[in-house]
Structures are given as structure tokens and as C-alpha cells.
């Protein structure tokens, strides 16, 4: 199993980024997919999520109205559209996968290497 990570750069205060995780080794319909972020000195935490059978998705209050996670099943990639973004985006951003629809980072035993988004002033 492998998660691909990409699409992190710098950009400026109120620009976008998408995200993509390629996915290769496990059926992304039985497996539901989850964005994480890790900023400097700060702790790992859930930014966004999609379930596998795409029903469910569930985004932190902080990214709301400007996040949207979505999934290409032909291309086994799930992505993580990012607009207005602010300087709090900036950070490590993973992806991982879990055979369930979970809020809890154990949960997730699949992980791509991340990528880096910075988001400057």
C-alpha cells in the first residue's frame, strides 16, 4: 500500500492550493480517507475526511466553507481543494487511510510522506 502526497507549495494569504493523495494498493471504496496537518511546534490534527462509500465527509471547524475533500475513484486519488487560504494553514499536510470512517488518528495505519504548504502575508 502506498499514499502519494503532493501539491503543497507557497502561496500567498487568500490563494489556493488542491492537494492530491494517489492511492495504489487498497480499494478506496472500503477505505475512508483523511487529511491531517502538523504546523511547527504544533500537534498533528484532523483537517478533513471522506468515507469510503464518498457519503461522509467531515472537515475542522477552522477550514470549513473554504476546504473540500473529494474523491476520484478512476484515478485512486482523493483530494484536498484549499481556497482562502490563511497564514494558520500553513503546515505538514498527510494523508492516510483507515478501513473505517474514523475521527481518531489510531484508526488511520495507511500514510502518505506529506506535503508542505506555507502560506505567507
Known amino acids: 500500500v502506498q499514499l502519494q502526497a503532493s501539491g503543497g507549495g507557497l502561496v500567498q494569504v487568500g490563494g489556493s492550493l488542491r492537494l492530491s493523495c494517489a492511492v495504489s494498493g487498497l480499494n478506496l471504496d472500503n477505505y475512508g480517507v483523511c487529511w491531517f496537518r502538523q504546523a511547527q511546534g504544533k500537534e498533528r490534527e484532523e483537517v478533513a475526511r471522506i468515507s469510503g462509500n464518498n457519503r461522509n465527509t467531515h472537515y475542522v471547524d477552522s477550514v470549513k466553507g473554504r476546504f473540500t475533500i473529494s474523491k476520484d475513484r478512476a484515478k485512486h486519488t482523493v483530494y484536498l481543494q484549499m481556497n482562502t487560504l490563511k497564514p494558520e494553514d500553513s503546515a505538514v499536510y498527510y494523508c492516510?487511510?483507515?478501513?473505517?470512517?474514523?475521527?481518531?488518528?489510531?484508526?488511520?495505519?495507511?500514510w502518505g510522506q506529506g506535503t508542505e504548504v506555507t502560506v505567507s502575508s
Open positions: 492516510a487511510a483507515s478501513n473505517t470512517y474514523s475521527d481518531h488518528e489510531i484508526s488511520y495505519v495507511y
